[in-house]
């Protein structure tokens, strides 16, 4: 049992939108701040398969139970998505349609800490301190063939394209979920978003929205800036916003803010 005597309180947003381009949105998101939980995905499988695998994924999370150990509550979500990745299998099968899949990048929280969850190219960052940080490490292509790339002097090498996924929740019968695990600290923001975002915004950019620290006018600085882009893709953001309540750091003012 956790012993964590931080007190986080917990602000968030989540907006999502087709885009430009496409008629049906495939990305789904979960805004779960009383759960201390957050999620974004992103579907594939043509027409409306992918609204329907990333309303899966989504859905399998939703109203998480509460516990104060970090790791039952991440035990609890991965069985959920083994659940979603079982369902979208056999989904597949029965319309006989090669895949119906989805990416997932879902963030967990429990006491001073959090964990990230993903599978796929749906990304998690950090905001803190005036930096923003990948927490998530693609799974596509164009990062595998990066990874191959660090020990080669060679760049002129052909890269891929990078929205060829090589994990997803229904691609294979066995599913493969990333972990990362943060201690938290007082105002950290978290940016939870699909790559129809991290496509059209540079890290930049993204700074600039989360600076001010308000979650709801961060989600709308970011879709305008992806809307004002080609926009091609879906686009689904969730910020996070982590208050410590108990932080000697925080002053009455900050407090008052905060209310």
């Avoid at 309180?9 to 701040?33: K, M, Y």
């Avoid at 509460?66 to 079982?86: C, G, I, P, S």
């Avoid at 369902?87 to 989805?102: F, K, Q």
Wanted: glycine fraction near 8%; include cysteine.
């Amino acid at each position: 049992m956790s012993m964590d005597t931080h007190s986080f309180r917990w602000t968030s947003a989540a907006r999502s939108h087709p885009g430009r381009v496409r008629e049906i949105n495939e990305d789904a998101c979960l805004d779960q701040s009383a759960q201390g939980l957050w999620a974004v995905a992103d579907g594939m499988g043509g027409h409306t398969l992918g609204e329907f695998a990333s309303g899966l994924a989504v859905g399998g999370l939703k109203d998480l139970p509460a516990a104060e150990d970090l790791e039952q509550r991440v035990a609890a979500a991965l069985e959920r998505l083994y659940e979603v990745n079982r369902r979208l299998r056999a989904e597949a099968v029965w319309r006989e349609v090669p895949l119906i899949g989805t990416t997932i990048a879902a963030l967990v929280a429990a006491g001073g800490l959090c964990c990230c969850l993903w599978a796929g190219d749906s990304r998690i960052y950090l905001f803190r301190d005036g930096h923003l940080r990948q927490l998530t490490r693609d799974h596509n292509h164009l990062e595998a063939a990066r990874l191959r790339r660090i020990s080669r002097s060679d760049d002129t090498l052909t890269l891929p394209r990078k929205n060829l996924i090589t994990r997803a929740l229904g691609a294979e019968d066995s599913l493969d979920v990333d972990q990362a695990t943060i201690e938290l600290i007082d105002g950290d923001i978290f940016l939870l978003c699909t790559d129809g975002l991290s496509n059209e915004v540079s890290e930049l950019s993204i700074e600039q929205a989360l600076l001010p620290g308000i979650c709801s006018a961060a989600c709308d600085a970011l879709l305008d800036l992806a809307l004002r882009r080609e926009a091609r893709d879906n686009i689904t953001a969730v910020v996070v916003r982590a208050e410590d309540e108990s932080s000697p750091d925080r002053t009455i003012i900050q407090r008052m803010s905060a209310g």
